[in-house]
């Protein structure tokens, strides 16, 4: 199984820079996801990360490190639409995701 | 469009009473699964399925709660004798099948038990 952990809210400066982190202890591990998810919408795929290391999408990136257990969501140049709840979850052996709480990150002027 | 679609996007329903949802994946995608999501949790996973076959359950799925796929297309998920502990957001999600393993979730379906 897994277990995720991730802070329950976060709250930044349009414009700024900010990091989500995530840790996890799993059993069969195959990577893991970072969702979006606005309230009363469905999370939407962010990204997938299952090597060590940093991947950059645009104004977003995630970093894995396995050894550690340890990941992260960074954010730049905050805007006002990116407050929503950002979801860890760790693919197990089977690929099923299994997700955090969230971390509900709001974005003020 | 052609993402993942549920339906109805809200149902309210009396204690006791049964209630079925229907998800249709993106045309392509041989995985389907469903999950519940309350306020403040992340989504929890119920069950899903490669093509017609449910090869996962999770312990969540009491046995008042059924799901089939049975053409491997559009799945519907039943919840039978609903109890006010059901009220929820039922997501659909589905995803090649192929390895890694991108789900692409629908808007869901909010259940609420009176």
């Known amino acids: 199984g897994q277990n995720i952990d991730q802070p329950t809210e976060m709250t930044a400066t349009e414009g700024a820079i900010v990091q989500i982190n995530c840790t996890y202890q799993?059993?069969?591990?195959?990577?893991l996801f970072w969702y979006q998810q606005h309230a009363g919408e469905a999370p939407t795929f962010l990204s997938y990360?299952?090597?060590?290391g940093l991947e950059e999408k645009g104004r977003f990136s995630s970093f894995l490190s396995r050894s550690k257990g340890y990941s992260y969501l960074l954010l730049k140049e905050l805007q006002m639409k990116d407050s929503a709840s950002y979801l860890c979850?760790?693919?197990?052996?089977?690929?099923?995701?299994?997700f955090g709480r969230g971390t509900s990150l709001i974005v003020h002027p | 469009d052609t993402g993942v679609s549920q339906n109805p996007r809200h149902k309210i329903t009396k204690r006791g009473q049964n209630v079925t949802f229907r998800c249709d994946p993106i045309?392509?995608?041989?995985?389907l699964y469903w999950y519940r999501q309350t306020l403040g949790q992340g989504p929890e996973f119920l069950t899903y399925?490669?093509?017609?076959?449910?090869?996962?359950k999770s312990r969540l799925l009491s046995d008042r709660f059924s799901a089939e796929r049975p053409k491997g297309s559009f799945s519907t998920l039943e919840i039978q004798r609903t109890e006010q502990g059901d009220s929820a957001m039922y997501l659909c999600a589905s995803s090649l099948g192929t390895g890694q393993e991108t789900q692409y979730f629908g808007p869901g379906t909010r259940l609420l038990v009176l």
């Open positions: 045309s392509e995608h041989n995985r």
């Open positions: 990360n299952v090597l060590d």
């Open positions: 979850a760790g693919a197990g052996g089977s690929y099923i995701p299994t």
């Open positions: 399925f490669q093509n017609e076959a449910q090869l996962e």
């Open positions: 799993t059993s069969g591990f195959n990577g």
